[in-house]
């Protein structure tokens, strides 16, 4: 156990992805029916490593589809585990035909300093 052994403030774990499942099942073409990517709401899970422990932050509508408050996008998710890790996401990136491409994308993401201790 991480606690117990002194680790979890230099670990961080993350349980999540970065994006959800719609509320709702779609049939598909194949005939198929399921839940689709939805990118308006995600849920993901951290600890250890910076981040403040029993805080819940974001709130979604009752129907679970998409973030009400406190939105937060893939970049701002990739940004803030960066942050964590101490890199520093602005310098992370490789050239492209001549473009800079970031993990974090072209619009500028946000840190979320509300979960970070």
């Known amino acids: ?7 979890l403030d230099s670990t961080l774990v993350v ?7 719609t509320p709702t099942t779609q ?5 198929y029916s399921g839940r689709d990517h939805n990118m308006q709401a995600f849920t993901s899970w ?20 998409a973030a009400v408050e406190n939105p937060v ?5 990739h ?3 960066l942050h964590l890790l101490g890199l520093n996401h602005q310098q992370l990136f490789f050239l492209r035909s001549g473009l800079e491409e970031r993990l ?4 500028p993401p946000r840190v979320i300093t509300e979960i970070l201790r």
């Open 27 to 31: 049939k598909s073409a194949n005939g």
């Open 104 to 107: 974090t994308g072209i619009e």
């Open 1 to 7: 156990d991480l606690k117990e052994r002194g680790l």
């Open 79 to 81: 940004a803030t585990i």
């Open 15 to 21: 349980w999540g992805g970065e994006f959800g499942r």
């Open 73 to 77: 996008s893939v970049h701002d998710f």
């Open 46 to 65: 951290l600890a250890g490593g910076g981040v403040k422990g029993g805080t819940s932050y974001g709130i979604t509508d009752d129907f679970g589809h």
